[in-house]
């Protein structure tokens, strides 16, 4: 079992423009999560999917960002017209569906400029 | 809404010694979790020790020991034996299913 992972690590983006992270969770993990962190704050919650359905997504922090997890597998997170307050790292973790918890990739940084 | 309060952001612990983190949380829910989380620099997040809140027992997981008090909502965890490899953030985050709710953190320096 390789962990989560995340790609790409490191997203340098214009302010306008899109973004797309990818997430990979641990293969028999039924549930994803997303969550922001910025600089000397812990993660926030964004939102998450049990299998292809998301189950939460009021979290997400405008109608800019998206996420899809179409087959139940992996996830990507979309930002559009990125800004700079979108700066900061973007964390995927995984579980199963009654554990409580999550394991965490080591997350994408995003710098928009 | 679940709230999460650390309220040490930094602490510092001599090697070999004992060190114990605060967390105090709030909840409307009846069953949660509670887990800690350890972030060392540059590097992913890292369990570090859960407690199921409708356990009485607290948690040990070799060097890392909880002391959960229900009532108070308090989730202290100590670290026994302190290790350079120690020195990292600490996040506690209370959570049901679904999704967890992070603490500030605290950062733990460990002094050779």
């Known amino acids: 079992d390789t962990g989560v992972s995340q790609n790409p690590r490191h997203k340098i983006t214009k302010r306008g423009q899109n973004v797309t992270f990818r997430c990979d969770p641990i293969?028999?993990?039924?549930?994803l999560y997303w969550y922001r962190q910025t600089l000397g704050q812990g993660p926030e919650f964004l939102t998450y999917?049990?299998?292809?359905?998301?189950?939460?997504k009021s979290r997400l922090l405008s109608d800019r960002f998206s996420a899809e997890r179409p087959k139940g597998s992996f996830s990507t997170l979309e930002i559009q017209r990125t800004e700079q307050g979108d700066s900061a790292m973007y964390l995927c973790?995984?579980?199963?569906?009654?554990?409580?918890?999550?394991?965490f990739g080591p997350g994408t940084r995003l710098t928009v400029t | 809404a679940q709230t999460v309060t650390q309220s040490q952001p930094e602490m510092s612990v001599q090697e070999a010694e004992t060190v114990t983190l605060s967390c105090t949380y709030d909840?409307?829910?009846?069953?949660?979790?509670l887990f800690w989380y350890k972030q060392p620099p540059s590097r992913q997040m890292i369990l570090v020790i859960r407690?199921?809140?409708?356990?009485?027992q607290n948690a040990t997981e070799n060097r890392f020991s909880v002391n959960f008090q229900k009532a108070a909502k308090s989730f202290s965890l100590k670290i026994s034996d302190s290790q350079l490899g120690d020195a990292a953030m600490y996040f506690c985050?209370?959570?049901?299913?679904?999704?967890?709710?992070f603490g500030k953190g605290t950062k733990l320096s460990v002094k050779p």
């Open positions: 407690q199921e809140a409708y356990k009485q």
């Open positions: 999917f049990q299998n292809e359905a998301q189950l939460e």
């Open positions: 973790a995984s579980s199963l569906a009654g554990e409580g918890e999550q394991y």
């Open positions: 909840t409307s829910e009846s069953d949660y979790y």
């Open positions: 985050a209370p959570g049901s299913q679904g999704n967890l709710i």
């Open positions: 293969s028999e993990h039924n549930r």
